[in-house]
């Protein structure tokens, strides 16, 4: 089956591969006709001005050139149109190849009785894909879709996005001073969360003075007193950048010291703001859309799998609720936000309407469980004899 799924893929491909090789053939004759277009063109308009200046009436080579001009103007559009036609008629064979590859018939994987009402769907999907173009730092893309959609979204919801777009196109440009200035003004909740993310700004800042050769030496030194309340932390890494200063007037370049240079230290510290920045504002590093688009991409083949064998068994009734998949479906580690409990009895992950019930033994079981465990009112654990009264039982909150 996954031989054949990567056959599918493999076609679709091999569509979209033939599709961008006519767009760059396209781009790069269209470029060329016309800049010779204008240049032919340019040199009509001199001759033209050139005789007026001169007063002279127009003569009939010049007219002849003109008409020529005009022709060519033409017969050039006309190619251009021609070309850009038939690359429409290979996008369209991408479409072709996709339904005939794959089923497109995703949305009756699930019953519509599992959704909210077609407002409210409108409503969730507009509102994460707001959430993620501001994450991504396309504000002008997202403002317009708030118009367009009449999606009111309030300052506050957009402030910590802009705030973090803000300072990572300022790192992006190798300006560390916003980075600073919010990791300062934050320090004491970044040491909470044991945030390296202040060391490491100081320390490129370090770095690009020590870029500036012996000229900056007195400056890198003197700027080095901003690691003293790192120095336990980050004790062999504030030695690794005080020794590099032995070599500053050879070249860091040159010496074994080479590394601090490596711009994947620019690299590094994007990701360390982006991580450390969203836990402080309470937002996911990866927008809830991207999260979701990747994990039905994941999900999606087990679920149509699972359609398949509903309608050939004609079995009714199997996905009927909101909050759960009728299978568990395994997505991998990166997946995982919450902790997760299944009952030990009832081997049923717990849920909201079904918590995890603490016993006073100590032992954890499922509501659902501990109800069909009670007997003349008393409840006996099932791990240990201890014998117990069912309302002892306490919820455990994950």
Same mark, same amino acid.
């Given at each position: 089956?996954?031989?054949?799924?990567?056959?599918?893929?493999?076609?679709?491909?091999?569509?979209?591969?033939?599709?961008?090789?006519?767009?760059?053939?396209? /781009?790069?004759?269209?470029?060329?006709?016309?800049?010779?277009?204008?240049?032919?063109?340019?040199?009509?308009?001199?001759?033209?001005?050139?005789?007026?200046?001169?007063?002279?009436?127009?003569?009939?080579?010049?007219?002849?050139?003109? =008409?020529?001009?005009?022709?060519?103007?033409? $017969?050039?559009?006309?190619?251009?149109?021609?070309?850009?036609?038939? %690359?429409?008629?290979?996008?369209?064979?991408?479409?072709? !190849?996709? $339904?005939?590859?794959?089923?497109?018939?995703?949305?009756?994987?699930?019953?519509?009785?599992?959704?909210?009402?077609?407002?409210?769907?409108?409503?969730?999907?507009?509102?994460?894909?707001?959430?993620?173009?501001?994450?991504? /730092?396309?504000?002008?893309?997202?403002?317009? *879709?708030?118009?367009? @959609?009449?999606? +009111?979204?309030?300052?506050?919801?957009?402030?910590?996005?802009?705030?973090?777009?803000?300072?990572?196109?300022?790192?992006?440009?190798?300006?560390?001073?916003?980075? #600073?200035?919010?990791?300062?003004?934050?320090?004491?909740?970044?040491?909470?969360?044991?945030?390296?993310?202040?060391?490491?700004?100081?320390? &490129?800042?370090?770095?690009?003075?020590?870029?500036? /050769?012996?000229?900056?030496? &007195?400056? !890198?030194? @003197?700027? !080095?007193?901003?690691?003293?309340?790192?120095?336990?932390?980050?004790?062999?890494?504030?030695?690794?950048?005080?020794?590099?200063?032995?070599?500053?007037?050879?070249? #860091?370049?040159?010496?074994?010291?080479?590394?601090?240079?490596?711009?994947?230290?620019?690299?590094?510290?994007?990701?360390?703001?982006?991580?450390?920045?969203?836990?402080?504002?309470?937002?996911?590093?990866?927008?809830?859309?991207?999260? @979701?688009?990747? =994990?039905?991409?994941? !999900?999606?083949?087990?679920?149509?799998?699972?359609?398949?064998?509903?309608?050939?068994?004609?079995?009714?009734?199997?996905?009927?609720?909101?909050?759960? *998949?009728? %299978?568990? %479906?395994?997505?991998?580690?990166?997946?995982?936000?919450?902790?997760?409990?299944?009952?030990?009895?009832?081997?049923?992950?717990? @849920?909201?309407? +079904?918590?995890?019930?603490?016993?006073?033994?100590?032992?954890?079981?499922?509501?659902?469980? #501990?109800?069909?465990?009670?007997? /003349?009112?008393?409840?006996?654990?099932?791990?240990?004899?201890?014998?117990?009264?069912?309302?002892?039982?306490?919820?455990? %909150?994950?």
């Amino acid at each position: 089956m996954a031989e054949a799924a990567m056959e599918q893929c493999a076609c679709v491909e091999r569509e979209l591969d033939k599709v961008l090789q006519k767009f760059l053939t396209y /781009g790069q004759h269209c470029e060329q006709s016309l800049e010779e277009l204008l240049h032919y063109v340019g040199q009509l308009r001199a001759e033209l001005a050139s005789a007026a200046l001169q007063g002279t009436p127009l003569s009939a080579t010049l007219s002849l050139v003109m =008409s020529q001009c005009c022709r060519k103007i033409k $017969d050039t559009v006309q190619k251009l149109a021609s070309d850009h036609k038939d %690359i429409h008629s290979s996008v369209s064979r991408v479409g072709k !190849a996709i $339904d005939r590859n794959f089923d497109s018939e995703i949305c009756g994987v699930v019953s519509d009785a599992v959704w909210d009402s077609r407002e409210k769907q409108q409503q969730i999907l507009q509102m994460a894909i707001v959430e993620h173009l501001y994450q991504q /730092g396309m504000l002008s893309v997202a403002e317009e *879709l708030c118009q367009e @959609s009449t999606l +009111n979204v309030d300052l506050d919801f957009k402030q910590p996005f802009l705030e973090l777009n803000r300072i990572l196109e300022a790192l992006h440009e190798q300006d560390l001073g916003p980075a #600073l200035e919010w990791a300062i003004s934050h320090r004491q909740r970044l040491l909470e969360l044991n945030s390296s993310l202040e060391f490491k700004l100081h320390r &490129l800042h370090f770095i690009r003075l020590l870029m500036g /050769g012996p000229e900056k030496q &007195l400056e !890198a030194l @003197s700027y !080095a007193r901003h690691f003293q309340p790192f120095a336990q932390l980050h004790q062999r890494e504030i030695q690794v950048m005080m020794g590099s200063l032995v070599y500053l007037r050879l070249g #860091l370049e040159k010496s074994p010291y080479c590394h601090l240079l490596d711009n994947s230290h620019w690299v590094e510290i994007c990701e360390t703001f982006t991580r450390d920045a969203c836990s402080l504002l309470g937002l996911s590093v990866e927008s809830p859309l991207s999260v @979701s688009f990747a =994990s039905g991409c994941v !999900a999606l083949p087990v679920l149509m799998n699972i359609k398949a064998v509903i309608e050939q068994r004609q079995c009714t009734g199997v996905w009927s609720h909101k909050d759960e *998949l009728p %299978i568990e %479906i395994e997505l991998g580690m990166k997946c995982w936000y919450h902790s997760v409990f299944a009952c030990p009895i009832l081997r049923q992950q717990t @849920s909201d309407s +079904n918590p995890p019930i603490k016993l006073i033994c100590g032992h954890v079981i499922s509501r659902d469980a #501990l109800n069909k465990l009670i007997n /003349g009112g008393k409840l006996k654990c099932p791990y240990c004899p201890m014998e117990q009264n069912p309302a002892d039982g306490k919820r455990i %909150i994950f």
